[in-house]
């Protein structure tokens, strides 16, 4: 059987929303992002009025470094770019914990990022700062558009023709299809956790607030800011054909992903921050992950090709 016969047999879409975005999932989008950006505007102030617990701070950051990694090593540099070779035991729990970042279903994110790289900051590319030109306004325009706005096009990336490798993984279909039970478990675990340590209903609902809702914010920005703000401004050291640049203050946020101008330099590369002094906790917990034998095949850049694709001479990380 040829490919092309192959990629035919396979049905639409690997999710439940299929080709094209009704109102129910717009609904569902717009509060998802409501209501977590409402919480980052009053954290500060929940905070000072001591609605912030030790407890919630020991429930929070895990959440957030666990599904963060999800997106980076799982949904980023595993699924889109094969990085890496995961046994099947990591390969699940890394697109669980992607899907509970609840950032969409891993078949179509996936798809959204591939697409990305194909286009990069031209015609086709679903999320580029640059889409309405270079003037101000446009550029202004076209930051929201790359944050945010993108997400509710209409019409979403073909899944068939962009991740037909992933829908033929049986495992990876039902995660995919099954993205709003792993939401339902993210949004609810730091609420539990929260209730029996403390066990007082003001514990579960502080934690909800931290754990759950400011937790999903925080990292829903951060992996917008990467479409954004990372192909706008910042330091490119790489030569690459469009615009991704380095943000150093995201780096930890973002689990080394802002190391954004390497990654499209030599996007299939394990590692993104690759100079010295550029910490990527991402490529660090595939190095973990390949040390206790349970990836393999995978692709650290080499001091040559990291060399080779400079613009000019820098201190390569040894």
């Given at each position: 059987?040829?490919?092309?016969?192959?990629?035919?047999?396979?049905?639409?879409?690997?999710?439940?929303g299929g080709e094209?975005?009704?109102?129910?999932?717009?609904?569902?989008?717009?509060?998802?992002?409501?209501?977590?950006?409402?919480?980052l505007a009053v954290a500060i102030p929940v905070a000072w009025g001591g609605w912030l617990s030790w407890v919630d701070v020991a429930i929070a950051l895990p959440m957030y470094f666990l599904t963060l990694h999800g997106i980076t090593v799982g949904y980023h540099r595993l699924f889109t770019h094969k990085s890496f070779k995961p046994n099947r035991a990591v390969k699940i729990a890394l697109a669980v914990l992607g899907s509970m970042a609840v950032e969409g279903p891993v078949v179509r994110w996936v798809a959204d990022h591939r697409k990305h790289h194909k286009f990069s900051d031209r015609d086709g590319d679903p999320h580029s700062p640059w889409k309405y030109g270079e003037s101000l306004g446009g550029l202004a325009k076209g930051l929201w558009w790359?944050?945010?706005?993108?997400?509710?096009d209409a019409e979403q990336t073909p899944q068939r023709q962009y991740a037909p490798d992933l829908m033929k993984d049986r495992d990876i279909v039902w995660i995919s299809r099954n993205f709003w039970a792993f939401t339902a478990i993210s949004l609810a675990i730091p609420p539990v956790l929260g209730g029996l340590l403390t066990w007082s209903w003001q514990?579960?609902?502080?934690?909800?607030?931290?754990?759950?809702?400011?937790?999903?914010?925080?990292?829903?920005?951060m992996?917008?800011?990467i479409n954004s703000i990372c192909h706008a401004v910042g330091d490119r050291p790489f030569v690459s054909r469009d615009r991704s640049a380095n943000i150093w203050w995201l780096a930890i946020p973002s689990g080394g992903e802002s190391w954004h101008n390497l990654h499209h330099a030599d996007p299939t590369s394990a590692r993104h921050g690759v100079?010295?002094?550029?910490?990527?906790?991402?490529?660090r917990t595939i190095w973990v992950?390949?040390?206790?034998?349970?990836?393999?095949?995978?692709?650290w850049p080499s001091r040559e090709r990291i060399e080779s694709k400079l613009v000019k001479n820098q201190p390569v990380a040894a």
């Open positions: 059987m040829s490919l092309a016969t192959e990629i035919d047999d396979l049905p639409a879409s690997a999710t439940r094209t975005q009704g109102w129910a999932e717009r609904l569902a989008l717009t509060l998802f992002i409501a209501i977590p950006l409402l919480a790359a944050h945010i706005g993108w997400l509710f514990g579960a609902v502080t934690a909800f607030f931290w754990g759950t809702v400011v937790r999903v914010g925080l990292l829903h920005h992996t917008w800011a100079l010295r002094g550029q910490l990527d906790t991402s490529a992950l390949q040390k206790l034998g349970w990836v393999s095949d995978v692709r």
